[in-house]
C-alpha cells in the first residue's frame, strides 16, 4: 500500500489475477471456473453411479440388523410377539450368547447351525426373559432351553460335590438352579441324555429323576449336589415333601431357571404346586442378577387353556412360534406338519377293530413299525390280544410283535422301546397320555379314538378311526 496520491487519498495496488492451471483450462467443463478438475477416480465413480441410478448405493450398503432379523424370520417362518432380539442364525453369531465352549460342543455333535427355534430362543433366554416357544416336534426345542440353562450356570458356577461320610447320611438337601420338569420318565431319560452332552463343558452336574425305579440310588445322587434337575412331577413331589421320617431331599427355594416341556398335557395342578415353593416371577434384570425366577415354555400346541396357564406362571413373557399359523387373537391356531399324511376314516365303534387291521395290513410295510394310541387302558389290552397272533385262529398273523403300553404297565416301556428298531413289523398299543418319547422312526400312527385330533409326531404317516 502507498500514499503517492496528491489529492491524500490512499492509492491501493491491485491484486494479480490467479492463473489457472493447464488441465483446467483444458476441460471445457470448468472453462472460465477457478474450481480444480476432479480426480480421474472420482469421475469414474460419478460415472457408474450414474449409469447405474439413484439406488445403486443404497443397494450396495449392508442390511441393517432389523432387516436382516426380519428376513430370517421370513425365511423360517418365525413368528414373535414382543420385543424380541435378533436371531442367532449361525452358531458364530450365537457365541455371544452362549460362549465359545457351548457353541464348540455344539459342533462336535454335529451340529452344523441353530435350528429356528434355538435361533430365536437363545438371545431372549440368555437375557433373562420369559419365554413361551411353540414348535413341532424335532425341532431343537430341547437344546432351545438346555444351552442357555447350562450357559447361565457356567456363569454363576457350578455346585461343588459333597462326598458322603461313614454313617448316616447329613448331607444337606439338594437345591438345583435349574428345574426342568417333564410328563413321562421316558422325556426325562431322554433330556438328561442330551444334557450330559454339554453339562461336562461348564462342569455342571444333571440328574434326572423318575418314578417306577428304587428312590436310594437318586436321593444319594440328589445329595452329592447337582446343578440341574430333570424329573416327572410325582417323584420330585415324593422328595420335595418327604415325610414323617425323613427330611426333603430336594429343595425348590433356589431354582431361577425353570423349562417346562408338559403344560400341554394337562399336568396344570402339579406345575402349580411345585412352582409355588420356587423363588417369584420378575424382571429379565431380576432373573439376571437371581432375586427372581426365570420361565421357559416349550410345546409343540398352544390351545387358549394353556395360553392362559403360561400368563399365570411367566412375568410378561416373549413369545416365538415356528411354523404355526396364526389363529384367533394373534395365536392359537396349529399348522398342518407337511411330512405327515394324514388320513381320517369316518367308521362305527364296532367296525374300528377291522378297520384298524386292514390298515396295518395295507400300510405296513415289511420291518416297519405301528403305534396305535387309545383312550383307555382296557382298549389298550384288548387290542394286545386282538392283534397277537394266535396260532388257534385261522386268521393270518397281523404283525409280528404286539405290546400294550400304559400306566399300568410304566415298567415295560424301556423295554418296549428298543423292538422299535428291529426288522420285523410291529405294533404298539398306548393309551393316549401314557407315553411320550422321539418316534420320528416310526412311520405309522394310529389314534384310535377321536377325542384328540393333533399329534407331535413328525415323518410318518397318520391314521385316526
Same mark, same amino acid.
Given at each position: 500500500m502507498t500514499n503517492d496520491a496528491t489529492d491524500g487519498s490512499v492509492a491501493v495496488k491491485p491484486r494479480k489475477k490467479r492463473k489457472l492451471s493447464k488441465d483446467v483450462t483444458k476441460n471445457k467443463e470448468f472453462a472460465g471456473s477457478n474450481l #480444480? &478438475?476432479?480426480?480421474?477416480?472420482? =469421475?469414474?465413480?460419478?460415472?457408474l453411479k450414474t449409469a447405474a441410478g439413484p439406488n445403486a448405493a443404497r443397494s450396495n450398503r449392508p442390511e441393517s440388523g432389523e432387516a436382516t432379523a426380519k428376513a430370517f424370520r421370513s425365511q423360517h417362518a418365525i413368528s414373535v410377539r414382543g420385543t424380541c432380539p435378533a436371531p442367532a442364525g449361525s452358531f458364530q453369531q450365537a457365541r455371544s450368547c452362549l460362549g465359545d465352549d457351548l457353541v464348540k460342543g455344539m459342533e462336535e455333535q454335529g451340529y452344523s447351525a441353530p435350528t429356528p427355534i434355538q435361533a430365536q430362543a437363545w438371545p431372549i433366554a440368555v437375557r433373562g426373559h420369559d419365554l413361551v416357544a411353540v414348535a413341532k416336534t424335532g425341532s431343537g426345542k430341547t437344546c432351545g432351553y438346555l444351552l442357555p440353562a447350562l450357559a447361565l450356570i457356567a456363569k454363576r458356577g457350578p455346585t461343588q460335590s459333597l462326598q458322603h461320610k461313614k454313617g448316616l447320611d447329613q448331607r444337606p438337601p439338594a437345591q438345583p438352579s435349574c428345574l426342568i420338569m417333564a410328563p413321562t420318565r421316558e422325556l426325562v431319560q431322554q433330556i438328561g441324555k442330551e444334557a450330559k452332552k454339554f453339562a461336562g463343558i461348564v462342569g455342571a452336574r444333571v440328574l434326572g429323576i423318575f418314578g417306577g425305579v428304587p428312590k436310594g440310588p437318586q436321593v444319594s445322587a440328589l445329595r452329592a449336589g447337582i446343578d440341574m434337575l430333570v424329573a416327572t412331577p410325582g417323584r420330585l413331589r415324593d422328595f420335595m415333601t418327604g415325610d414323617q421320617s425323613k427330611a426333603p431331599v430336594v429343595l425348590v427355594d433356589s431354582v431361577t431357571f425353570l423349562a417346562d416341556r408338559m403344560l400341554d398335557m394337562g399336568f396344570e395342578p402339579e406345575i402349580r404346586q411345585i412352582i409355588a415353593q420356587c423363588p417369584a416371577a420378575g424382571s429379565a &434384570?431380576?432373573?439376571?442378577?437371581?432375586?427372581?425366577? &426365570? $420361565? *421357559?415354555?416349550? $410345546?409343540?400346541?398352544? #390351545?387358549?387353556?394353556? &395360553?392362559?396357564?403360561? *400368563?399365570?406362571? $411367566? +412375568? +410378561?413373557? /416373549?413369545?416365538?412360534?415356528?411354523?404355526?399359523?396364526? !389363529?384367533?387373537?394373534? !395365536?392359537? !391356531?396349529?399348522? @398342518?406338519? @407337511?411330512?405327515?399324511? =394324514?388320513?381320517?376314516? /369316518?367308521?362305527?365303534? %364296532? %367296525?374300528?377293530?377291522?378297520?384298524?387291521?386292514?390298515?396295518?395290513?395295507?400300510?405296513?410295510? #415289511?420291518?416297519?413299525?405301528?403305534?396305535?394310541?387309545?383312550?383307555?387302558?382296557?382298549?389298550?389290552?384288548?387290542?394286545?390280544k386282538e392283534l397277537t397272533w394266535d396260532p388257534m385262529r385261522p386268521e393270518a398273523p397281523i404283525c409280528a410283535w404286539c405290546r400294550a403300553l400304559h400306566g399300568d404297565k410304566e415298567s415295560q416301556t424301556c423295554c418296549a422301546l428298543p423292538n422299535f428298531t428291529s426288522d420285523e413289523t410291529e405294533v404298539t398299543c398306548l393309551s393316549s397320555k401314557s407315553f411320550k418319547a422321539d418316534v420320528t422312526t416310526v412311520p405309522q400312527l394310529v389314534t384310535h379314538f377321536v377325542e384328540s385330533l393333533t399329534t407331535e409326531h413328525d415323518a410318518c404317516r397318520s391314521n385316526v378311526l
Open positions: #480444480p &478438475q476432479a480426480s480421474e477416480g472420482a =469421475q469414474k465413480r460419478r460415472r &434384570q431380576e432373573t439376571l442378577s437371581g432375586e427372581a425366577r &426365570q $420361565t *421357559l415354555f416349550f $410345546t409343540a400346541t398352544w #390351545p387358549p387353556d394353556v &395360553q392362559r396357564s403360561a *400368563l399365570h406362571f $411367566t +412375568h +410378561h413373557a /416373549l413369545r416365538v412360534e415356528v411354523g404355526q399359523s396364526s !389363529g384367533k387373537g394373534g !395365536g392359537g !391356531g396349529l399348522a @398342518t406338519n @407337511t411330512s405327515i399324511k =394324514q388320513t381320517v376314516k /369316518l367308521v362305527k365303534e %364296532e %367296525e374300528k377293530l377291522m378297520v384298524l387291521k386292514q390298515v396295518i395290513r395295507s400300510d405296513l410295510k #415289511p420291518g416297519e413299525t405301528c403305534m396305535v394310541f387309545t383312550g383307555r387302558k382296557q382298549t389298550c389290552d384288548a387290542l394286545e
